[in-house]
């Protein structure tokens, strides 16, 4: 795959999903907190947030800029340079970023979770979607925002052809 660690899922109810990724990224956590919880950053690798009320209960649409999804909500969480978390209409439900120091300084461990509702295949489409966007963010981090203009679904493909492949119960993840 790539560098960034293969995302995990527990399926409750038969169509509940709770997707889990946990990255670790060489930057601050100044920095990968203007990415993922404001509207400056969030184009640069996910989706265009217009409005994105930065406070608990604030509203948020986010538009994704490789295709025609648009999903609105709340912000449902909201620790400054800790935690986002938005919850929007299906397919993504709630989403939230957690960020905390890395051991040693220096770097910023990302835990994500989503927990949406929807089919196995569904749920494949959206652990490669989120694969895909970590790598983004990855590359906007270091310099290299997505440009939105040249994106391809080649990439997703890939990805979620792998989590289909191997797709099987991994064990429940402990935070």
């Known amino acids: 795959m790539?560098?960034?660690?293969?995302?995990?899922?527990?399926?409750h109810d038969g169509d509940a999903h709770l997707l889990r990724f946990v990255v670790e990224l060489p930057h601050e956590g100044v920095r990968v907190w203007a990415a993922v919880a404001t509207p400056e950053g969030?184009?640069?690798?996910?989706?265009?947030?217009?409005?994105?009320?930065?406070?608990?209960?604030?509203?948020?649409?986010?538009?994704?800029l490789n295709g025609e999804t648009v999903v609105s909500g709340r912000v449902t969480a909201w620790d400054p340079e800790l935690v986002a978390e938005y919850t929007v209409d299906?397919?993504?439900?709630?989403?939230?970023?957690?960020?905390?120091?890395?051991e040693g300084g220096g770097s910023t461990v990302l835990r994500f979770t989503n927990e949406m509702r929807g089919t196995q295949q569904e749920k494949l489409d959206v652990l490669a979607g989120w694969h895909d966007h970590f790598e983004r963010l990855a590359s906007a981090l270091d310099g290299r925002p997505t440009d939105w203009r040249s994106w391809t679904p080649e990439r997703w493909q890939h990805l979620?052809?792998?989590?289909?492949?191997?797709?099987?119960?991994?064990?429940k993840w402990e935070p």
């Open 2 to 11: 790539s560098e960034i660690p293969r995302g995990r899922y527990e399926t």
């Open 42 to 64: 969030l184009p640069q690798w996910l989706c265009a947030a217009d409005p994105l009320e930065p406070r608990l209960g604030g509203a948020v649409t986010l538009r994704w």
């Open 90 to 102: 299906p397919p993504h439900g709630r989403i939230r970023f957690h960020l905390e120091p890395a």
């Open 160 to 171: 979620r052809d792998l989590y289909e492949r191997d797709e099987a119960p991994w064990p």
